[in-house]
């Protein structure tokens, strides 16, 4: 059985008449890759800011690594960026970190090492203030990763960043997670969900609107693109399969939606049986962000 | 402990402000020591410090942690700006969510509070015994060693009165503005007593008892000024007929109230640190 590395039951968060975060649950497990989808102020770094010991709850449970430890000693095993990179401006990348050693109550020697993945070992005696914000978050992601930890949360990793800085954040995230680190990534950029994450939690006004596998998601309206001969015979025949849902016709090819799960063989078969030989078969998949945008509307 | 003062001190070391106000603060404490090569000649008059028994043990003892206390202010940007700077850096945040507490976080503030006020009392000690030897008539081991308790009243003093600042830059979050307030605060102290007293109560004395309870007037009356204990101010006052019977003493009860009001700022840091969504 996969560990729980973080469970979350019914959290609250009230600030005021806000009602941040609503009964949010949730389970990390090891080795998965999360994303937290929703759009600014739907209470996604609130819900982290909570879990990272930050923010107070107003209720509910969250507890780490299966409640064995507090959550201050918990989070000397995470790796955690919120939003901006927040580092002392006066003291060098290499202090920054070895700072953060200190607080983590690990020695120095893995300061060098992460700070060659994230390409920072040229740099490693100037300031922090001196980076640019690109340097600076990937100077984050090299003191979240000092521990090796077992979790790496990043909210919005990519805010504020040009493409080459977003790219390159992207692919040091690619590169952990190919290692077997869970890592739990909020965003409301879709496609950066859709590149990294295996499973997605959707949060809008502080709710869950859904929560499971990427596949999962996207699978919900798979649609297939059909074209035969007599494309209406085609649409007469597919209106008495007893689990069509909606027909169209656009650009002379037809487009079919199920409303449960269907096979592209299967599909093709009972065509086929029907009597009409097609020339065009495709299963499309709705992309991340169409999906997203209907279950937030 | 020692994790949390390391922590600390690499945070204050590499800053180029702090260090250089830690710096000076030292370097112009040992400035006391020049006090004794004060030498004024107008006329007649002749002042010559060294020479007034201001060196004397057991006198120095009082004298040089009174003026010690003064320089305090240094320190005590130093530590304001210590705290303030983790809410505009916004690395309280990132300390804890690299794995310190709440608790670890105040504690390790008030462990360099403490270290700081150790190192200043440890200094003015050497200073003092060294001036002391230098200067003083009586140098037998009973006496150079009598009235050690003005120390411990200097090492609370500073002890309360950075608690007090750490508790502004905590409450407060800058630090230009809580140096502000402790300079507000002690302007409502020193005026609401003098209107109180003078005005409202006709000098009652029990004005005085309940001011003895007020954070900065319990911290400066731990330490009584040492001026009027002098012989030559003592002469001059007699001969202008006023009658002086200040006790010069540290009261045990005074300590306490510092003690006390330390304690309550910590909690409070404590308390607000907890509370506050960052």
């Known amino acids: ?297 | 402990m020692k994790r949390l003062l390391a922590i600390e001190l690499q945070k204050i070391w590499k800053n180029r402000a702090s260090r250089i106000l830690t710096i000076s603060y030292f370097v112009i404490l040992s400035f006391i020591a020049l006090i004794a090569s004060v030498k004024l000649e107008i006329g007649y008059f002749k002042l010559h410090f060294a020479e007034m028994g201001i060196f004397n043990f057991p006198f120095i003892w009082h004298f040089n942690t009174y003026i010690a206390a003064l320089l305090k202010f240094f320190l005590a940007i130093v530590i304001v700006s210590m705290m303030a700077n983790e809410y505009s850096y916004g690395t309280l945040k990132q300390n804890l969510i690299d794995g310190m507490s709440k608790q670890e976080f105040v504690l390790s503030k008030f462990l360099t509070v403490i270290l700081f006020a150790f190192t200043s009392t440890l200094f003015v000690f050497a200073m003092s015994l060294v001036l002391g030897y230098s200067f003083s008539s009586y140098t037998e081991l009973g006496i150079v060693f009598s009235d050690l308790e003005y120390l411990l009243a200097y090492f609370v003093k500073l002890v309360g009165f950075f608690s007090f600042c750490l508790f502004l830059g905590v409450l407060i979050k800058r630090s230009a503005f809580a140096i502000g307030f402790l300079f507000v605060w002690f302007l409502i102290e020193k005026i609401s007593f003098g209107y109180l007293k003078y005005e409202v109560f006709n000098k009652s004395p029990k004005v005085d008892d309940f001011y003895a309870y007020m954070p900065l007037e319990s911290i400066s009356n731990l330490i009584v000024e040492p001026f009027t204990r002098l012989n030559v101010i003592k002469n001059i006052q007699t001969a202008v007929g006023e009658s002086n019977v200040k006790d010069y003493s540290i009261h045990f009860s005074s300590i306490l109230i510092v003690l006390a009001w330390t304690a309550i700022f910590i909690f409070l840091s404590y308390k607000i640190i907890k509370k506050r969504d960052l």
Request: glycine share 8%.
């Open chain 1, 1 to 297: 059985m996969e560990s729980t590395i973080l469970s979350i039951h019914k959290l609250n968060k009230r600030y005021g008449k806000i009602h941040a975060v609503k009964d949010v649950s949730l389970e990390i497990h090891k080795g998965n890759v999360y994303g937290i989808l929703g759009p600014n102020g739907s209470g996604k770094s609130t819900t982290l800011g909570i879990v990272l010991n930050v923010v107070n709850k107003t209720s509910g449970e969250y507890s780490w690594f299966g409640g064995t430890m507090k959550t201050h000693d918990a989070l000397k095993k995470v790796g955690a960026i919120i939003e901006r990179p927040n580092f002392y401006p006066y003291m060098s990348a290499k202090e920054n970190l070895e700072l953060v050693c200190k607080i983590k109550g690990i020695d120095y020697s893995k300061v060098t090492e992460k700070l060659e993945i994230v390409g920072l070992m040229d740099r490693k005696d100037s300031k922090f203030k001196t980076f640019s914000l690109g340097m600076k978050q990937r100077l984050a992601i090299a003191s979240a990763l000092l521990n090796d930890p077992e979790i790496l949360i990043l909210d919005e990793p990519t805010n504020g960043l040009d493409p080459q800085g977003i790219h390159q954040i992207r692919d040091i995230i690619r590169l952990i997670a190919s290692q077997g680190t869970t890592i739990l990534l909020a965003s409301h950029l879709l496609d950066e969900v859709e590149k990294v994450c295996s499973h997605v939690l959707v949060l809008r006004f502080g709710e869950i609107l859904y929560s499971g596998t990427v596949d999962g998601m996207t699978n919900q309206g798979a649609f297939f693109e059909l074209q035969a001969e007599s494309n209406s015979n085609l649409i007469t025949l597919l209106k008495n399969h007893p689990d069509v849902d909606k027909i169209s016709e656009t650009e002379g090819k037809v487009i079919v939606h199920f409303n449960k799960d269907m096979d592209a063989g299967q599909l093709n078969k009972y065509i086929f049986d029907k009597g009409i030989c097609l020339n065009h078969l495709v299963q499309k998949k709705v992309s991340l962000e169409q999906q997203f945008l209907a279950l937030t509307k």
